[in-house]
Structures are given as structure tokens and as C-alpha cells.
């Protein structure tokens, strides 16, 4: 069967440059890959009809021959490949494929491994109502990765040092290249002797046992700022895991949790409390003090006040983290009924319910006995 146009192979036109011929290229060898599409003949033959349409037009040189002469330039006898030679698809696969194929296609890509920033660390602090309200400084104890103090983290004994890795030459990692039908493959992979690193240690630290690292145990001083809630987070930068190979530390995040409180409760930056009152207050009404986180202050009940009446406080609640000015304190009555009442007491009320229109008690339908009267026939 007569072989097809390698433009057409590509699907570009003919005056494609060499960017398009490239990412036309790309995208078929991926689609038609055999490791992409095992046992699929047909996806085979199409990956060898894509190599080697790439390996004319992407060649300045032989591509000018096929443009001229077209696949007559390239037969057994024409000297311009013969069918027995193969391109070097590198760099191209490395894209393509690397992750597939877990190190890559192609290039000498350098691996080794550079410095590597330390891991952040993350605490929980519990603060009470008040130190949340108006801020507080509080000491805190980590536990975290630093470099050795004995080797300053270099992993070798006092008066040694590290030598280039034998085993990948410095590069951090190991090439190899193979031929197969499909053409020339580089794939490379992390040096297993030095970790990407390029080095390795003669005489290691015995501190450390050549890893340069070690945990510690240390004592921090946080400013917690006025207004901060359950859920805040204080970062502390530079206070988390040390890096290695000269990379930075990590950063701590200080997860602030505010203990409940026995009166207030906190809504944003504004505050509740319930105040118990008096029948007598809520009828007659009266000056009462009302705790706030800056202690008590009065407040004037007016007459005929009703349990549930909320009243507010402004600029008694908290601090603003992020602005200026203050939350409000809402303040809701509770009347208390008096569960123990001398017989003095008793006549008065029972005068007073008189005053009132009310009838004895002892003499009142209650509300069940009134809702069974009213659904009579």
C-alpha cells in the first residue's frame, strides 16, 4: 500500500513551521503510544508512521528533499535514511511521557536535588474569654527540626566533609539510553546512593547519624492581639521546620481556641449575658448593674418591662481585630418568680391581683380546663 503524505501523517499544512510540525507530532505520539495502548496493532502501526514522518520534516535538510522529490528521496536507494535509521525523540517523549514512565524520555535534564524548604508546623493555644477580648502575650512550647548542632547540618563528622556521589557523578541522578524500533529513549531516574543529591557523606556525624537534622524542644514567646476568636490563626513565619541544603524554615500556625465564659456569650464581636431581674423591677422598673468585660456598670430598667426585652450597651463588646471601634453588649432580661413566699407576701399579691381584675387562683380555671370547655358541643 503507497505510503501517505507525512504532512498529512501530521495533519499540518505544508508550509507549517517547525513549532507546528513539533506539537502536531506531540500529540500523536502520545495518542498512538504502545505503552499507552497495549496490544493495539493498529495504534503500532500508526506510532511508526508518526515517527517517521517526524523524523523527515522535523530535519531542515531532509525535509527540503521530501518537499522536492517527496518519498522517492527516501528510498533504500536514495541514501537519506534507507529505513534503517531512527531519530533521537528525547526532549520530546521527556514531556510527553515522563510522568508515564515515572523519569522521563530524553535531555540530560539535570535532577540533582537543590535546597528543599522546611515543613510548616501547626499547634492548637486555648485562651480564655478575657485574654481574647483584650489580648495577651502567652509562651508556647514546639517541638521541631533543626539543623544538627554539631555538624551545622552538613551531616559529616567534625573535620570531614562530603565527596562528589560515585555513583551519578555529581548529577543527582542516573541516565539511561536504549534503541528500540521506535527510536532512541533517555530516561532518567533519582540517584539511589545519594538521593538527588550529587553528594555523599564519608564520615557521618555521629550526632546526627550523617542526617544533618535533629528534633528539638523550644519555648516561644505569641503576642495574641485584642479581638481574636475561636477558628483565628497567628502565623509565626520561620518558626516551623528548618529546610535542608540551605532552604528556609518552615512557619508555625498557632490555631487559637477561646475557652467558654460563665456570663458572656460572643457573637462576632459583639456580646450577650441574661440578667435576672425582679418582678418587682420589671413592674416599677429601676437602676440595676449589668456586668461587662470592663466590669459593672448601671443601667435604668424602665417600668412595665417584659421578660425577653433585650436592651444594648454600645461599645462594650470587642475590640475590632482588623479596624477601629468596638462590638455592643445585648442585654436580656430574665423576670425571676419567687418560688418561696411568706404569707405576708401572699395577701399583698393576692391584694394586688384583686387591684388588678384578677380573681383568686384557687378559683381560676386553668388553660387545659379552658381549652376543654371551648371545644364542647
Known sequence: MAKRDYYEVLGVSRDADEREIKAAFRKLAKKYHPDLNPDDKEAEAKFKEVNEAYEVLSDPAKKAKYDQFGHAA?????????????????????????????????????????????????????????????????????????????????????????????????????????RTPFGQFASSRTCTTCGGVGEVV???????????????????????????????????????NHGERGGPAGDLYVY????????????????????PISFAKAVLGGPIEVPTIDGKVKYEVPEGTQTG??????????????????????????????????????????????????????DKKGFFGKMKDAFKD
Open 202 to 240: 564519608e564520615d557521618p556525624c555521629t550526632a546526627c547519624s550523617g542526617s544533618g537534622k535533629e528534633r528539638k524542644s523550644r519555648k516561644l514567646s505569641i503576642n495574641i492581639p485584642a479581638g481574636v476568636d475561636t477558628g483565628s490563626v497567628i502565623p509565626l513565619r520561620g518558626e516551623g
Open 309 to 362: 426585652t433585650v436592651f444594648r450597651l454600645r461599645n462594650k463588646g470587642i475590640k475590632n481585630l482588623r479596624g477601629s471601634g468596638k462590638g455592643d453588649q445585648y442585654v436580656r432580661v430574665k423576670i425571676e418568680v419567687p418560688k418561696k413566699l411568706t404569707e405576708k407576701q401572699r395577701t399583698i399579691l393576692r391584694q394586688f391581683a384583686e387591684e388588678m381584675g384578677e380573681k383568686n387562683e384557687a
Open 74 to 178: 527516501f528510498d533504500q536507494n536514495g541514501g537519506f535514511g534507507g529505513g534503517g535509521g531512527f531519530a533521537d525523540f528525547g526532549d520530546i517523549f521527556g514531556d510527553i511521557f515522563g510522568d508515564f514512565f515515572g523519569g522521563g524520555f530524553g535531555g540530560s535534564r539535570p535532577q540533582r536535588t537543590g535546597p528543599k524548604a522546611g515543613s510548616d508546623l501547626k499547634i492548637k493555644l486555648d485562651i480564655t474569654f478575657e485574654e481574647a477580648a483584650f489580648g495577651t502575650k502567652k509562651d508556647i512550647k514546639i517541638n521541631r527540626i533543626e539543623k544538627c548542632h554539631v555538624c551545622d547540618g552538613s551531616g559529616a563528622k567534625e573535620g570531614t566533609g562530603k565527596k562528589t556521589c560515585p555513583t551519578c557523578n555529581g548529577t543527582g541522578s542516573i541516565r539511561t539510553v536504549q
Open 256 to 275: 487559637i481556641n477561646v475557652k467558654p465564659h460563665e456570663i458572656f456569650e460572643r457573637d462576632g464581636y459583639d456580646i450577650w449575658c441574661e440578667i
